[in-house]
Nanobody, 126 residues
Framework: QVQLVESGGGLEQAGGSLRLSCAASAGIFSIWAMGWFRQAPGKERSLVSSISGSGNTYYSDSVKGRFTISRENAKNTMHLQMNSLKPEDTAVYYC????????????????????WGQGTQVTVSS
């Protein structure tokens, strides 16, 4: 069982930045593909970005060029640097993990992930 704990959410003005972190209890973090999802009020949860164990990345079109996903395998931690924030980025952000012993794949579908954090609220004011 992998436990995930998000941190770093909060209230920020449009154009500002926030950095989210996800701490994982996984023994060998590099065999877990990771992802960030978000869910805005009244909307379905959707993928923001994902990263393989070796660092291959994927971004949704809505955040490409503004957000950067990264991971520190030695610290069992993943980050999401969010710049140029927009009010439409307001959502609860969840980190998710999927076992991938190859270390080379990232995953883009919610159903592919096996473990989820509790979420952290990000609110962007205009």
């Amino acid at each position: 069982q992998v436990q995930l704990v998000e941190s770093g959410g909060g209230l920020e003005q449009a154009g500002g930045s926030l950095r989210l972190s996800c701490a994982a209890s996984a023994g060998i973090f590099s065999i877990w593909a990771m992802g960030w999802f978000r869910q805005a009020p009244g909307k379905e949860r959707s993928l923001v970005s994902s990263i393989s164990g070796s660092g291959n990345t994927y971004y949704s079109d809505s955040v490409k060029g503004r957000f950067t996903i990264s991971r520190e395998n030695a610290k069992n931690t993943m980050h999401l640097q969010m710049n140029s924030l927009k009010p439409e980025d307001t959502a609860v952000y969840y980190c998710a993990a999927r076992w991938d012993p190859t270390g080379n794949r990232y995953y883009t579908r919610e159903a592919e992930y096996q473990h989820w954090g509790q979420g952290t609220q990000v609110t962007v004011s205009s």
